[in-house]
């Protein structure tokens, strides 16, 4: 009987663990860039997007009201610095159904720096997105994007 009792156990424990893995696992994390050209200094909106492809709803729950942290990278991968974000010291968080998403937003004014202050060169970048949630750990690149004196076309 107690043979019994503990492979019900184990095994009810091995498929709800199984289940939250596979729920979580059904998610995307998605991150992009409103254009594909800007001016030094220019405004560039981040967008980052979460969705439910599972047939469950999932809750995420986030430690500050900032949904994902955001580091700028030169094309080649060389860390260029943080995009700062000022964020309630709030626990938030979002539910989602199967088929639903979240999308969260940042204006970046292209401040870099220790003071932000500083502007990156023109070249080539992309932005590298990590999720805040507590549940969902998964990081999420934009598309390359350029920084140049050349007007955008």
């Not at 409103?34 to 599972?54: C, M």
């Not at 010291?89 to 500083?118: C, K, V």
Request: charged residues 15%; hydrophobic residues 45%.
């Amino acid at each position: 009987m107690r043979v019994l009792i503990v492979v019900v156990v184990v095994v009810a424990t091995s498929v709800v663990i199984a289940g939250w893995a596979f729920r979580y696992d059904l998610l995307t994390f998605k991150a992009y860039t409103d254009k594909d050209r800007y001016l030094p200094g220019e405004t560039i909106d981040v967008t980052v997007k979460f969705t439910n492809s599972g047939f469950g709803r999932v809750t995420l729950n986030f430690a500050t009201g900032g949904k994902a942290s955001f580091g700028v990278y030169l094309e080649n991968g060389s860390f260029v610095g943080e995009i700062p974000i000022t964020v309630t010291m709030a626990f938030t968080r979002a539910s989602l159904g199967p088929g639903e998403s979240a999308t969260y937003g940042l204006h970046w004014n292209q401040a870099i720096g220790p003071d932000h202050t500083q502007v990156p060169c023109p070249g080539v970048y992309y932005i590298l997105a990590h999720s805040a949630s507590l549940e969902f750990h998964a990081a999420a690149a934009t598309a390359v994007f350029t920084i140049s004196a050349d007007s955008p076309s």
